[in-house]
C-alpha cells in the first residue's frame, strides 16, 4: 500500500473517508442506542475507545511517517463527517414522517 498511496497521495482521501464514516456513523448509532440502554455511560464509553482505536490505527497506517498524506488522509476524514451529518439528517426526517402517519392512523 505504501508505494500505491506514495505513487498517488490523492487516494489517501478515500481511507479517511472510510475512517470517517466509521467514526462518525458509529457516533450516531452509538447515541441513538444509548438512549434505550441500561448503561448508557458504559455504552458510551466503549464506542468512544473502539472508535478512536479503529481511526487511529488507521491513521499511522495510511499516513506511513508522512505527513502530507496524513492531511490528505485528513481532509477526507472531514470531509465523511459532512457527508455522515447529511445522511443522517436525511434518515432522521424520513422517520419522523412516517411516525407522523402511523400515530393519525389509531
Wanted: charged fraction near 15%; charge should be positive; include cysteine.
Amino acid at each position: 500500500m505504501k508505494e500505491f498511496v506514495n505513487g498517488y497521495p490523492a487516494f489517501a482521501f478515500l481511507p479517511g473517508l472510510i475512517l470517517g464514516a466509521v467514526y462518525f456513523g458509529g457516533l450516531w448509532l452509538t447515541v441513538r442506542r444509548a438512549l434505550t440502554s441500561r448503561s448508557p455511560g458504559l455504552y458510551f464509553l466503549g464506542s468512544y475507545v473502539l472508535r478512536v482505536v479503529i481511526c487511529l490505527a488507521g491513521f499511522y497506517y495510511v499516513g506511513m511517517g508522512s505527513w502530507q498524506i496524513t492531511l490528505i488522509c485528513l481532509a477526507g476524514f472531514i470531509m465523511a463527517r459532512y457527508l455522515v451529518l447529511f445522511a443522517t439528517k436525511r434518515i432522521e426526517k424520513q422517520e419522523k414522517s412516517s411516525t407522523k402517519f402511523k400515530s393519525h392512523e389509531a
